[in-house]
């Protein structure tokens, strides 16, 4: 069993002259889940090397159980600092692929030609692909063959307008990810805000928020069977 975890390279929040990039417990969670079950996982991220964090979820109220075992294993650390270059990967070289957040991904891997074709791939080839809290958003421009939206009639979640203007940033963001997928006819899902909560469409699987990593790592381990 071997997975593909992506994450982002963007490090700049917007105009705000703050740092961005990927969510620790949206990485770190799934990544545990992942290799506890014996997978080969890969880690890539658009330019290779060390991903940005956000820096937001390094402080110590948004530590978790995932993160502390993160911060004592060098091992991960050293992988996590060698990503490899999305372009050097394909899908056919793996079982299914999960994208963690951070608001990074808003601005790269949404736009990023090779993303958008890595994951149709995946979807054609049938294999499940994850998304959680703002990795949806990568969603944004990947299409079916006929050229409408992936998402169109298909049932997902991500970070929810309440959840972005709860912590500020929502005129900051390029796009709401709620507001995209409704105006691309999906069936929309959401909790209450932070809560966990995981949506599973077929070999789609979406998370709303950062409370949301392990289950969707869950459910992509049970979509592999």
């Known amino acids: 069993m071997k997975i593909l975890?992506?994450?982002t390279s963007h490090d700049t929040l917007g105009d705000t002259g703050r740092q961005t990039g990927f969510w620790l417990e949206e990485f770190a969670a799934p990544y545990y889940v992942f290799r506890d079950a014996g997978a080969d996982v890969v880690l890539a991220s658009r330019a290779g090397g060390q991903p940005p964090l956000d820096p937001k979820s390094d402080e110590p109220d948004a530590q978790t159980d995932a993160t502390r075992r993160f911060a004592a294993d060098p091992a991960a650390q050293a992988a996590l600092a060698?990503?490899?270059r999305l372009d050097s990967v394909a899908a056919d070289g793996f079982d299914a692929v999960f994208y963690p957040g951070g608001h990074g991904p808003l601005w790269d891997l949404a736009e990023l030609r090779t993303s958008i074709d890595l994951i149709a791939a995946f979807v054609a080839a049938g294999k499940p692909t994850a998304f959680v809290c703002?990795?949806?958003g990568v969603l944004r421009h990947v299409t079916r063959t006929d050229g409408t939206p992936l998402v169109h009639g298909r049932r997902v979640t991500g970070f929810t307008n309440s959840e972005e203007a709860a912590v500020g940033l929502t005129e900051?963001?390029?796009?709401l990810i709620e507001d995209?997928?409704?105006a691309q006819g999906a069936h929309y899902e959401k909790a209450a805000d932070w809560a966990p909560h995981v949506v599973i469409d077929g070999?789609?699987?979406t998370g709303q928020n950062p409370a949301s990593s392990e289950p969707a790592a869950q459910a992509l381990l049970a979509s592999l069977g």
């Open 203 to 205: 070999q789609l699987i």
């Open 134 to 136: 703002h990795g949806p």
């Open 172 to 175: 900051v963001v390029p796009f």
């Open 180 to 182: 995209t997928f409704i």
């Open 82 to 84: 060698h990503t490899v």
């Open 5 to 7: 975890m992506v994450l």
